[in-house]
């Protein structure tokens, strides 16, 4: 009988050891590779501020879009993100520094697909997460107007580059979001002809605040 009573009362004292065990483990079972799809919301102020402003009265404008992130356990993403900006506008010129508009309307839309390479540094806590990239992007621009000579019309495509620095916050174990800036510079498009070349603007990019709705660990 006191061979059994010791028994149980070993039993009962390993127990909770064991429960700790399990526990420490569950709290680090980030994957080694988890893949992630997001949806953004970007508003960006493009670089070609005097253009923007004389087309659409204003160099502010809103993107959306979305992509897969890619996230290994040791730090390093990567992201592929496609985004849209489409917007009707109306052409202009410029005469010693002052827009005056047409009256013409002009339909202007960017299709930006970007990869993102970067890296996740060490939690500031369990849901606070710091990080940095860089990358290219294949940026398509489409412009059309009414009234305007087939040569008038814009439909090119060319690389541009980007630095993103900003902050993912977890809100649960499936769930995320995170908040960033961007900045991208794209040349070739702008600056070759028309109001962007009297303005000498010559930069399709520029900087964005953007925020994006993550599903995945």
Avoid at 8 to 28: E, F, G, I, K
């Amino acid at each position: 009988m006191k061979a059994l009573i010791t028994l149980m009362c070993a039993a009962s004292l390993a127990t909770p050891a064991a429960a700790q065990t399990r526990s420490s483990v569950t709290l680090d079972d980030t994957p080694s590779v988890s893949l992630r799809p997001f949806l953004l919301l970007s508003g960006e102020r493009f670089s070609a501020h005097d253009t923007f402003n004389a087309v659409f009265g204003q160099s502010f404008e809103l993107l959306w879009g979305g992509g897969l992130q890619l996230v290994f356990k040791k730090g390093i993403y990567v992201d592929v993100t496609a985004s849209r900006f489409s917007k009707t506008g109306q052409r202009a010129f410029i005469f010693n520094g002052e827009s005056f508009p047409l009256g013409i309307p002009l339909v202007a839309t960017l299709t930006p697909v970007e990869v993102t390479v970067g890296y996740r540094f060490t939690a500031v806590s369990s849901r606070f997460w710091p990080y940095v990239g860089a990358g290219v992007g294949s940026y398509s621009y489409n412009e059309t107007s009414d009234f305007a000579d087939t040569s008038d019309q814009v439909d090119t495509r060319h690389v541009g580059y980007l630095l993103v620095g900003g902050a993912e916050f977890r809100l649960s174990r499936w769930f995320g979001l995170t908040g960033d800036v961007q900045y991208t510079r794209v040349p070739g498009i702008l600056g070759n002809d028309g109001l962007s070349q009297e303005t000498g603007e010559d930069n399709l990019g520029g900087a964005a605040a953007r925020l994006r709705v993550l599903v995945g660990r």
